[in-house]
């Protein structure tokens, strides 16, 4: 059973960073996508980034490019998400997501892609 579990948010002045960490167990992940998303208050889930664990290829949502870095850990079996320069934005809830049968780069950015979804993390940028 495949569990994922972020860590890592909280309340940051505008301009800030942070390090979100999502530990994965119950599978081994290398042919998996990890995927990080957000829901802002009223607004859907979007995409953020993806790592393909093998061979640690990223991807990144055009409003994070620069900023935002994803990275994994074969180690700790965690993937994380370096966020810097926030804005306030950017609150929301962050998710860490799974998808065990990646198709195309194309689905790497679609939530409906990931099967297995950890219970997100409140990311809180001020002002």
């Known amino acids: 059973q495949v569990q994922l579990v972020e860590s890592g948010g909280r309340l940051v002045q505008a301009g800030g960073s942070l390090r979100l960490s999502c530990a994965a167990s119950?599978?081994?992940?290398?042919?998996?996508?990890m995927g990080w998303f957000r829901r802002a208050p009223g607004k859907e889930r979007e995409f953020v980034a993806a790592?393909?664990?093998?061979?640690?290829?990223?991807y990144y949502a055009d409003s994070v490019k620069g900023r935002f870095t994803v990275s994994r850990e074969n180690a700790k079996n965690t993937v994380y998400l370096q966020m810097n320069s926030l804005k306030p934005e950017e609150t929301a809830v962050y998710y860490c997501?799974?998808?065990?049968?990646?198709?195309?780069?194309?689905?790497?950015?679609?939530?409906?892609?990931?099967?297995?979804w950890g219970q997100g993390t409140q990311v809180t940028v001020s002002s």
């Open positions: 119950g599978r081994t992940f290398s042919g998996y996508v």
């Open positions: 790592i393909r664990w093998s061979i640690g290829s990223t």
């Open positions: 997501a799974a998808d065990p049968t990646p198709g195309s780069v194309y689905s790497y950015y679609f939530s409906t892609s990931y099967n297995y």
